[in-house]
């Protein structure tokens, strides 16, 4: 009985240009990954990054006419919707692996997304080769293109297609997929040192996700009422280990507390979003950075959106 593979196709941009430091980043972001997958509780089989991808094997599973990537996709539903929280991360697809021959590839497609192309009025093939020594994509383009177009009576449309069906070939395989995950970016968590975030209100709560966005280890300092009301947002957009350190609720004490935790722990910055304290308020002792100092209150609104839409 033939087999074929479930894959969750991993890409990044920033880190693809940090030349020979590129590996650091690379492994603490499968680190984080693998963080994520233990948190969610999301059974794999292995995590690799061959050149340019981290390749997560989620499964290995017999051929079934009854087992369609709508299916699959439904499966990993949990996955697709978290994924994009891990920064670093620019895209990712969850794809059905085979060896990568024309022929293999037109029988895929037949037997897990026919659903798919019948549902569809246009498409368009988008081959990419991370190995150059598979088959060229413009031949697979016009292999696969005419098969679907013979098979389906579908039209092409390049610009504007309902369906995308995308295709990687690396280490002598087929990745095969019409989903495309677009993340979040940024570097991976923990590559940079850590900063204090003061949370008091939406827009110190942005100001603190992109300084995670950027690499940073946040702690999240704020009065009781304000962390707790935020809890459950961060819980489902933030996958790490995160501190949450309570205020007194009072300036000079607040003040006093974070430059005790920025000693404790050689914090050297704290992130502010809504609360501009006044000239000299730390006197020089830590720096203050504002990451949204220039966003209305509109465009943050609409940045805090983005990041839970499907929550």
Do not use: W
Not at 124 to 153: H, M, Y
Not at 205 to 225: E, Q, T, W, Y
Not at 251 to 265: A, H
């Amino acid at each position: 009985m033939t087999k074929s593979d479930v894959y969750c196709i991993i890409r990044y941009a920033e880190i693809a240009t940090k030349g020979k430091n590129r590996y650091v980043f690379e492994e603490l972001l499968m680190e984080n990954i693998k963080q994520f997958l233990n948190k969610q509780n999301i059974a794999y089989l292995s995590l690799k990054n061959p050149r340019g991808r981290i390749l997560l094997h989620l499964k290995t599973f017999n051929e079934d006419s009854s087992y369609t990537y709508d299916a699959i996709i439904d499966e990993y539903n949990q996955i697709i919707k978290r994924l994009k929280y891990i920064f670093g991360i620019a895209s990712y697809s969850i794809a059905i692996v085979i060896a990568d021959s024309i022929k293999n590839i037109k029988q895929t497609i037949l037997s897990y997304f026919s659903a798919q192309l019948k549902n569809c009025a246009t498409f368009r093939i988008s081959t990419q080769r991370i190995d150059k020594n598979a088959i060229p994509s413009i031949e697979l383009d016009k292999a696969i293109g005419e098969f679907v177009v013979n098979t389906f009576q579908k039209k092409v449309n390049l610009k504007h297609a309902e369906l995308d069906f995308g295709i990687e070939l690396m280490d002598n395989k087929a990745f095969l997929f019409t989903n495309k995950i677009i993340s979040y970016g940024g570097l991976p968590v923990g590559i940079e040192g850590a900063v204090i975030a003061y949370i008091e209100d939406k827009r110190s709560i942005l100001a603190a996700v992109l300084m995670l966005k950027r690499g940073c280890k946040v702690i999240f300092f704020g009065s009781k009422d304000i962390l707790d009301k935020y809890r459950l947002f961060l819980k489902e957009i933030i996958i790490y280990k995160t501190e949450y350190i309570y205020s007194a609720q009072n300036k000079q004490e607040d003040k006093q507390q974070i430059l005790q935790l920025s000693e404790k722990y050689n914090i050297p910055a704290i992130v502010i979003g809504a609360y501009l304290p006044k000239n000299n308020f730390f006197e020089e002792k830590i720096v203050q950075l504002n990451p949204i100092s220039l966003l209305t209150d509109a465009e943050v609104n609409e940045q805090l959106d983005s990041l839970i839409d499907g929550v």
